[in-house]
């Protein structure tokens, strides 16, 4: 990729202005000098002097408007490089050149460019494993499984880490009014929200049916629950089903963390199943946290409008 760095932009710019400001100080100081020798004010050389000023001035506003014409264009053309690689991304083909400008942005964007492509990569393999859900792309239960071994090997030296299990409210109602499509429609629209809300660094998995699992890693159920109640302010209230059909969109949330005391990798799933048993019978559509030390919260964590 050809670039050209921002700085020398700055430099020649910054002689062109210098250029025009020596001119101007000289003709400045001949203006002066014809001035005091000439009583007449309005000379010829005098007035030669006054337009050669203001071409000077002329031209300092042409070098910086044309500074800030090239450093515009050249951030806009790598901010469409960005965006178009990120879209990229999405489509899981990420090119191996885009068009740049900057040097600046030269190697952050590299960075980024070779992460995506790792990214890519990795969930091309996981689809080769089995380890992806069809329906909804998301990692499957035995991904899943997977991942909270180890984090549950890690507890001790890393740090705890929570586990939120999500069930989607009325799943099988849509079913039965709308079909199964429109069920499909319902676990993929809410799979996409889901991927739209989380960091790149929480596990997000489909463990079967509407049941769905965020897995913040190394991090207590207290600054977890932080994140989860500002989940369920940015997921959608409404999704679209099939045949334009708008679904109300409600779920009900169980709340855990890995304890030091456990002794099995999935004894954190057990709570969180009794978090969510409890937030469903306090009226769905909340969630309720387990906290391996104190027992089952009373109150709802949070309560969507």
């Known amino acids: 990729m050809t670039t050209q ?44 002097y006054s337009g050669l000023a203001g071409l000077t001035a002329i031209g300092i506003g042409v070098a910086v408007f044309r500074l800030y014409r090239a450093v515009r264009a050249a ?5 469409q490089s960005l965006a178009r ?8 083909e990420v090119r191996e050149h885009y068009p740049l400008e900057l040097r600046e942005f030269n190697e952050i964007f590299l960075y980024l460019r070779d992460s995506s492509s790792k ?28 991942r909270l071994r180890r984090l549950f090997d890690a507890n001790k030296s890393r740090g705890t880490s929570s586990v939120l299990i999500i069930d989607v ?47 913040y890693p190394y991090m207590p159920v207290e600054k977890a629950a932080q994140f989860v109640e500002r989940l369920r302010q940015q997921l959608p209230r409404e999704v679209m089903l099939t045949h334009g059909v708008v679904h109300s969109l409600r779920w009900t949330g169980g709340l855990s963390a890995i304890s030091d005391d ?8 057990w709570r969180a199943d009794k978090a969510l048993l409890y937030a469903k019978e306090a009226g769905r559509n909340n969630t309720k946290v387990y906290h391996p030390a104190k027992g089952l919260e009373r109150h709802s964590l949070m309560l969507a409008s």
């Open 5 to 48: 760095s921002i700085g020398r932009l700055f430099i020649k710019a910054g002689v062109q202005v210098a250029l025009c400001l020596a001119l101007a100080g000289l003709t400045g100081y001949l203006l002066m000098m014809e001035l005091a020798a000439n009583t007449t004010p309005l000379s010829a050389l005098a007035l030669f």
């Open 119 to 146: 990214l890519v990569q990795e969930k091309a393999e996981l689809k080769d494993l089995g380890l992806i859900d069809h329906l909804s792309q998301l990692s499957n239960r035995r991904h899943f499984e997977r």
């Open 262 to 269: 456990d002794t099995q990798f999935d004894e954190v799933l």
């Open 169 to 215: 409210d009325y799943f099988k109602s849509v079913n039965d009014q709308h079909g199964h499509d429109a069920g499909d429609a319902l676990i993929v629209n809410f799979s996409k929200a889901l991927r739209a809300c989380v960091r790149e660094s929480d596990f997000l998995a489909r463990l079967g049916g509407d049941e769905f699992c965020i897995v």
């Open 75 to 79: 951030l806009d053309n790598d901010i």
């Open 85 to 92: 690689m990120f879209q990229d991304v999405r489509a899981e």
